[in-house]
């Protein structure tokens, strides 16, 4: 894919932004306006017009601070001056790593006034993550907190910017660390700029920010949305969940994700004038206590946690009551978990489908029961074209399996500075290959059936690992499960489980007359069992099996 070539007079960074960057053909382009789904705003302008709109309205708040639409936007105002003041120019990346907190919002309003893309890191990500992504997106600076969750954020700045000069300035939200060099004041910065809002010539058409991929396999990439894709993301989300200026919403996962940023999440609720709430802690305790305390009606969690909540009913006295829409994402909810959340923490229950690279899958308000709790939801948009295609790359019939390609006027047509990737990751006419294995049914739900890659090649059979999790989860003692490849002079690789149990753990010969009896052929049921206290997440808080295979053969 060829990236459009830069005008002559553009500033340095914006032309090094569009050489990184693969745009949307222009055919499709003019496709998606003529249809209504992208609307020519800038992304920062849905706070503009929600502060015009109901500037005394509650936008934001978490444990220590509450902020107007009003407030949020001179804030953001603000902000945008002092970043343009340190020689920070549209276009340029500025890493943003922050916990969930009010101060997230003002920094990504502020940096996306001043033109900025911010690369929206997570707070569970460390110093291989982070210079990957200083180098890969040749950011300019980075905003951190000083320390969050027991993690001091300024060590990590430090070594990151010996090693990648690039990155000039450290804007640190708290106290700064004494004679270093390049550490700023965040508050200094954001507050008192005495400069103009810089005035921006919008290039909507152009990258906003760069999300992160899930990146269960290999390095992370980074993923270019734009102004116009990602308006319409949050904006169709938000129309899809009913999501009105009455309802209040709970950022519990990592903020800079786009399952809480956009699905309809921060930028949704805040376009149509509902109170995002955000809490660092998403343990039961914590959240429960912030969906009191102000009446939330929506969050989105990931399967693990959702299922923490749903069990945590039974013992903590502040069980949620004000639910009304609990999207459960990121990773296979089995049907039984479904149930389980259904029953204890709301029937609202929604199953979302989705990636940072664009297409998402959404159950609807008032679907039956047995789709929301069975199936990962259909497309958000008429236009997004999904094919699910065999090895070969032919479309298989509705019903059978195959891997989910999709393009669409919310799907990213290339990731940011990667032509390797690119290459493999895109077909030659534009559509993204996802990696995941889907069934889809004649009305266009989608059932995840698991990875392309993650499958365990056992003596020359193929285990679908997903298959044998849905089976192990079904067990009364197992609490959650991996099913992971371990290496094996003899079968070349061999099933491993690793299982989190509730109560009594159960042996190796218990699980296989479990499995039998669910009629699991011999050949896919594990060969090793290995029981652990917790399986380690990811920075979102999905299972990491690279980090359980790095454990169990080091
Ligand atoms: C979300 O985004 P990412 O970019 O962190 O991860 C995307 C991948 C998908 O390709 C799929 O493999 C998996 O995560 N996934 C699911 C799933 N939702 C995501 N697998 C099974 N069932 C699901 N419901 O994870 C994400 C982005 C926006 C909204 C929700 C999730």
Redesign the pocket.
């Known amino acids: 894919m060829t990236p459009t070539t830069a005008q002559p007079t553009e500033p340095a960074a914006q032309s090094a932004l569009r050489q990184g960057f693969t745009a949307f053909p222009a055919d499709r382009a003019q496709s998606y306006r003529e249809a209504g789904y992208w609307a020519d705003r800038r992304l920062d302008s849905l706070l503009r017009d929600a502060a015009a709109q109901w500037p005394d309205r509650t936008a934001i708040a978490d444990p220590t601070e509450t902020r107007t639409f009003a407030e949020l936007d001179a804030l953001a105002d603000r902000a945008a001056a002092g970043i343009a003041e340190l020689g920070i120019q549209p276009g340029d990346r500025v890493l943003l790593q922050l916990p969930n907190s009010a101060e997230f919002a003002v920094a990504l309003f502020g940096l996306l006034r001043a033109g900025a893309v911010p690369v929206m890191c997570l707070p569970g990500h460390r110093l291989a993550e982070l210079a990957h992504f200083a180098e890969v997106s040749e950011a300019v600076a980075l905003l951190i907190a000083d320390t969050a969750g027991g993690f001091d954020y300024r060590t990590m700045a430090a070594e990151l910017t010996a090693a990648h000069p690039h990155v000039r300035h450290v804007l640190v939200h708290g106290n700064l660390p004494e004679n270093q060099e390049g550490f700023l004041s965040w508050t200094t910065v954001s507050r008192t700029g005495t400069g103009p809002v810089p005035n921006i010539d919008p290039e909507l058409a152009g990258p906003a920010l760069l999300l992160v ?2 990146g269960t396999t290999g390095a992370p990439k980074l993923i270019p949305r734009t102004h116009q894709d990602y308006v319409y993301n949050c904006t169709a989300s938000a129309t899809l969940c009913e999501l009105g200026a009455e309802d209040v919403y709970l950022v519990a996962l990592p903020a800079a ?3 809480p940023l956009a ?1 309809p999440g921060l930028l949704g609720a805040l376009s149509v004038g509902a109170t995002t709430v955000f809490t660092a802690d998403p343990s039961p305790e914590a959240a429960f206590a912030a969906i009191d305390a102000h009446g939330v009606t929506v969050t ?1 969690l990931v399967p693990a946690l959702a299922k923490l909540w749903a069990q945590a009913c039974d013992w903590e006295p502040l069980a949620p009551k004000s639910l009304r829409l609990l999207q ?6 089995a049907a039984e978990d479904a149930r389980l959340v259904r029953t204890a923490l709301t029937p609202g229950l929604q ?7 664009g297409l ?1 899958n959404y159950t609807r308000i008032g679907d039956p029961a047995e789709i929301v709790e069975t199936t ?1 939801g259909r497309p958000l948009c008429p236009a997004d074209e999904v094919r699910v295609v065999d090895e070969d790359g032919h479309e298989v019939a509705a019903g059978n399996e195959g891997e989910l390609l999709v393009r669409g006027p919310y799907t990213i047509n290339g990731y940011f500075n990667a032509e390797a990737a690119n290459e493999r990751s895109f077909t030659p006419d534009g559509f993204y290959r ?3 294995r889907v069934r889809r049914s004649q009305g266009g739900y989608l059932e ?1 059936t698991g ?1 392309v890659k993650d499958v365990i090649l056992r003596g020359g059979e193929n285990v679908s690992a997903l298959d044998l999790e849905e089976h192990l989860l079904t067990h009364p003692a197992v609490w959650s499960a991996a099913a992971v490849a371990l290496p094996d002079d003899y079968l070349g690789e061999k099933i491993c489980a690793a299982v989190v149990f509730t109560g009594t753990p159960a042996t190796l010969a218990e699980l296989h007359s479990h499995l039998e009896g669910r009629g699991v052929a011999s050949h896919a049921r594990p060969d090793v069992l290995v029981p652990m206290t917790t399986l380690p997440t990811t920075a ?1 808080g ?1 299972i990491d099996k690279k980090a359980i295979v790095a454990q169990l053969t080091k």
Do not use: I, P, T
Not at 351 to 357: L, N, R, S
């Open positions: 991929s899930g994700h786009n399952f699905c989105a459960v994402g990121g990773a296979k909810l199953q979302v489908f989705g990636m940072a690279e998402l990962q996802s990696g995941d995840v990875r979102v999905k």
